[in-house]
């Protein structure tokens, strides 16, 4: 296998990720994020560059106004991720655990 | 893509200017309705902000709590009930409400503030009937309450759209809104410290443009400064602040450079920082989560108590104030009369003991189903920080808070007190301003006037703090005398000397190649905090922190590059953060004695609280010396001011009897 020369990744976490096949470019979470944390890419169309994710405050302002569902997520680092414990039955979970269990899909109050 | 080249067009060069009547310097919630209402009153305005003002500031990603509610038609509380309370707490500040000036602006225009976001198409009723029933829902109104059910003085509120709704109304009014721009100095006439200001500099922080803002009044709205001893450019970034990370102290370094006065400034607190959990994310009873039940590993039930310490039997009684009581409150360290019910108090001692085996849950499917839902789903739903990185993505992990129940941070025994957020144990020499939202900032008078002509403050940029509704309330105070004021002042005039001085400083990093990067300069300006003004102080190590600072900005921040517009974004709040740290040791310096209340341990002056020092010192630039002097704590109630809250707020609040805004 080759081995190359390569800075150490950026930290802490991409804390911002897109599905590039649903984002349309349309930057609007660039443009809502508080510390400027993704920029514009050059090619119109593509989704933001995360250029700055040691910058992000995870408040997911960028997630809440994305117009397309899904094309965009807010994730918290490992070093933050939680655990929760299920009360009948004792089973352990956890965020970012494989196998996890099935999503519960009640929306906030008042609704998304 | 191109990883060279910046997307946006580079205008370095290129200067914007604009002239307003009201300048509004920091686009969070106090400057927002600082806009608001200043241009309802024909004010021509400029917002200015170094985010999206749609979403910037502490408050931008939301708000739950609404505090201070005391004019609500349900509110058992009065105005002047609640700012009583001020004169109960040292120094005449309380943990959220502010100063005693701060405080009473709330009481009396909180509820006001509220109608005005229900106006601007805030949801903050139950409108859609989903609490019918729930102790804490008035049926009349659809008001829903928090904490003390029986007085009603603070709100449950729908507050994740406010900020845009703001944003929206403010532009409606004809406000200009200038994103991306952080403001660097304030313009002083004549260039003169200490002069009447008259508008401010910035540049745009994507395109690098130079703004010249010219103004008969400007309100400061700026954040409290934050990061100042506690920096950690890995673990996870630079996310450990409840409030929001863009808050240097960009206000309070550019109104020192001015010339104002600012108070409070010696306070801090020890911060985990970046070791902190996700706020509101982790399992605990208090605040978002008030009043959750907590439970063991074996799931034995942690029991709440009244302020006696009389044990509490249902999870109703944790909403009610205790015998005789006429109304409590759950910020920290608050004084007997107003203390709410907590967890046990001895929980530390019972954890050591083994009667209770961590890690402890927030047992939510234990609490009655209106409480649970009110908890995760409006709370946990709306507040700041927690809606999508909360609700959402814990909900699409799988939580339930029906079934499941959320773990507690794991930290020291003795870290289980009855707190907001059990998040992780703080080291003492890393810290941060204020307590909460309490922290040092411009002192300010009856109109919400600095000690500068001309220069208006509001929100957290008071000394004293804010929380979300003081912000709103203040900022919509200051906001009507900042337009009024500009009605009678004469035109102003900048100093082109000063605008050009500022140009060149401001560029500068830009201009190197190689030196060291902003956050090189930011660790180590954290580093002379915690060694020289960390968990104890003294006269040399003040004056040698001072010294290392002041040696800081000759040397390594005359070295300090920039690649683009957002590193010097970056690199000037850094700058930023040398002269926030040279007001806090000169302030640091001031005071000669050790205070409980201020987080403030003097190792020369080691008496704590002694009564001759219960007074505000205060510091400011004259001719670039520091100056320092004492305030009276209640000073807004002394001569000249009127002695009661209410004769001042009648003479200065800008509103006639009757009039809301």
Known sequence: MEARMTPNPQTPCAAVLFDAALCNGCNRCADVCPNDVMVHDLDKGKHPVVLYPDECWFCGCCVGHCPKPGAIRMEHPLSLRVGWKRKETGERFRIGMKNPPSPNTRPPVGGW | ?661
């Open chain 2, 1 to 661: 893509m191109d990883s060279e080249r910046w997307p946006y067009e580079i205008a370095y060069d290129r200067t914007v200017e604009t002239s307003v009547d009201v300048l509004i310097v920091g686009g969070g919630i106090a400057g927002c309705h600082a806009a608001v209402s200043a241009a309802r009153r024909g004010a021509s305005v400029a917002v200015v902000d170094k985010g999206a003002v749609v979403r910037s500031g502490s408050g931008g990603p939301g708000v739950d709590h609404w505090h201070g509610a005391c004019t609500n038609p349900c509110s058992k509380v009065s105005p002047e009930e609640l700012v009583e309370l001020v004169g109960h707490c040292d120094f005449g500040v309380t943990a959220e409400y502010g100063n005693g000036i701060t405080c009473y602006i709330m009481a009396k225009e909180s509820y006001d503030a509220l109608l005005d976001m229900e106006d601007m198409g805030g949801k903050i009723r139950d409108v859609d009937d989903e609490f019918v029933g729930a102790e804490f829902r008035d049926e009349e109104t659809k008001l829903m309450f928090a904490y003390d059910y029986e007085n009603k003085h603070c709100l449950r509120v729908h507050g994740w759209e406010f900020k845009p709704l703001l944003h929206r109304r403010l532009k409606r009014l004809g406000a200009q809104v200038f994103d991306r721009v952080m403001i660097t100095t304030l313009l002083t006439e004549e260039g003169k410290q200490g002069g009447r200001v008259v508008g401010a500099t910035g540049f745009n922080v994507r395109t690098g443009a130079f703004h010249v803002f010219r103004a008969k009044a400007t309100v400061l709205t700026t954040g409290q400064p934050l990061r100042l001893w506690n920096f950690l450019t890995e673990i996870q970034g630079s996310s450990g602040v409840h409030d929001a990370l863009a808050c240097a102290g960009d206000g309070c370094a550019m109104a020192w450079n001015a010339g104002a006065e600012l108070a409070l400034m010696e306070k801090s607190a020890p911060h985990a920082g970046s070791f902190n959990h996700v706020a509101y994310g982790s399992g605990n009873a208090h605040n978002t989560w008030y009043a959750c039940s907590i439970v063991d590993v074996n799931g034995k039930e942690v029991p709440w108590v009244d302020r006696d310490g009389k044990a509490l039997e249902t999870v109703s009684e944790r909403y009610r104030p205790a015998p005789g009581q006429k109304y409590f409150l759950l910020m920290p360290d608050l004084p007997y009369e107003y203390r709410g019910p907590s967890l046990i108090p001895d929980l530390p001692d019972r954890i050591k003991s083994g009667e209770f085996k961590l890690p402890l849950y927030a047992d939510l499917p234990a609490m009655p189903a209106h409480e649970r839902r009110a908890i995760f789903g409006l709370m946990v739903g709306n507040e700041g920080l927690t809606r999508i990185p909360v609700y959402a993505n814990y909900t699409a992990a799988g939580f339930d808070p029906d079934v499941d129940m959320l773990q507690a941070t794991v930290q020291s025994p003795d870290a289980y007190v009855f707190k907001p957020w059990w998040q992780a144990t703080a080291v003492p020499q890393l810290r941060e301003t204020g307590r909460l939202v309490d922290g040092g900032g411009l002192l300010f008078d009856w109109d919400l006037k600095t000690s500068l002509d001309g220069l208006y403050a509001a929100g957290n940029q008071l000394c004293g703090g804010a929380d979300h509704a003081a912000s709103a309330t203040t900022g919509r105070y200051a906001g009507r005398k900042a337009a009024d004021h500009a009605r009678v002042a004469v035109e102003v005039k900048i100093a082109q000397e000063q605008v050009d001085s500022e140009r060149d400083r401001v560029y500068a990093p830009v201009r190197r190649e190689g030196g060291i990067g902003w956050k090189e300069l930011q660790s180590g300006l954290c580093r002379v905090m915690q060694d020289y003004c960390g968990e104890y102080k003294s006269a040399e190590t003040l004056k040698t922190g001072l010294e290392w600072l002041a040696s800081i900005r000759d040397s390594e921040a005359e070295k300090t590059y920039a690649r683009n517009p957002h590193e010097l974004m970056r690199a000037l709040e850094a700058m930023v953060r040398l002269t926030v740290g040279e007001i806090i040791m000169n302030a640091s310096l001031a005071r000669e004695a050790s205070s409980r209340a201020l987080g403030f341990d003097r190792i020369d002056y080691p008496e704590v609280d002694p009564p001759d020092w219960n007074k505000l010192v205060s510091v400011r630039l004259q001719d670039g010396e520091p100056l320092v002097r004492t305030i009276p704590c209640d000073y807004h109630l002394a001569a000249p001011n009127h002695p009661t809250y209410e004769e001042n707020y009648r003479e200065h609040s800008a509103l006639d009897e009757g009039q809301v805004r």
